[in-house]
T-cell receptor
Framework: SQELEQSPQSLIVQEGKNLTINCTSS?????LYWYKQKYGEGLIFLMM?????EEKSHEKITAKLDEKKQQSSLHITASQPSHAGIYLC?????????????FGQGTTLQVKP | ETGVTQSPTHLIKTRGQQVTLRCSSQSGHNTVSWYQQALGQGPQFIFQYYREEENGRGNFPPRFSGLQFPNYSSELNVNALELDDSALYLC?????????????FGPGTRLTVL
């Protein structure tokens, strides 16, 4: 079955620094989602990528899906304490936009003021 | 705020009991999925409901069951609770149909089984 591996598992950065979180699959990704979660709370949708080479940005967060659609990265520029949380990548099971997602284990981000 | 609501927020049960969790989907969303998130893990897909029918199930036993109502709200029922069922249960809704867009998550229900 398809699995998603996120790296790193945790990250501590100084406020103002840039950082990157990676999400890798052994199979082609159809519909790659990035979510943010505060501890014990629901998931907040960040971005969805579907096409190889696609890149999307929102405020200081940029997500990319590589050409082979097996890896995605999430990049935060000039991090702020408000960026702290758990970042999760999720992908559709199978080969279509079903909404039945598998998730990586999450990357916990701490931003030191 | 996503417009997806869940109740209750927290719940404590003992092993062997049964529990019902509820989810109200965002307006216009007719597809609801349920996920289980154990501590320190990513969410795991339990099942999805589309127009009141189960539309796919993850690797969960039959004691996990669900319902979707005509207004697209949904319930997750778990029978014969086990200690390992302690987790955050998340529901997510998405718009119009099986190939609809992004799904939005509710705040979750924290279930503790003692």
């Amino acid at each position: 079955s398809q699995e998603l591996e996120q790296s790193p598992q945790s990250l501590i950065v100084q406020e103002g620094k840039n950082l990157t979180i990676n999400c890798t699959s052994s199979k082609t990704l159809y519909g790659l989602y990035w979510y943010k979660q505060k501890y014990g709370e629901g998931l907040i949708f960040l971005m969805m990528l579907q096409k190889g080479g696609e890149e999307k940005s929102h405020e200081k967060i940029t997500a990319k899906l590589d050409e082979k659609k097996q890896q995605s990265s999430l990049h935060i520029t000039a991090s702020q304490p408000s960026h702290a949380g758990i970042y999760l990548c999720g992908a559709d099971i199978g080969s279509s936009n079903t909404g039945k997602l598998i998730f990586g284990q999450g990357t916990t981000l701490q931003v030191k003021p | 705020e996503t417009g997806v609501t869940q109740s209750p927020t927290h719940l404590i049960k003992t092993r062997g009991q049964q529990v019902t969790l509820r989810c109200s989907s965002q307006s216009g969303h007719n597809t609801v999925s349920w996920y289980q998130q154990a501590l320190g893990q990513g969410p795991q897909f339990i099942f999805q409901y589309y127009r009141e029918e189960e539309n796919g199930r993850g690797n969960f036993p039959p004691r996990f069951s669900g319902l979707q109502f005509p207004n697209y709200s949904s319930e997750l029922n778990v029978n014969a609770l086990e200690l390992d069922d302690s987790a955050l249960y998340l529901c997510a809704s998405r718009p119009s149909g099986l190939a609809g867009g992004t799904q939005y998550f509710g705040p979750g229900t924290r279930l503790t089984v003692l």
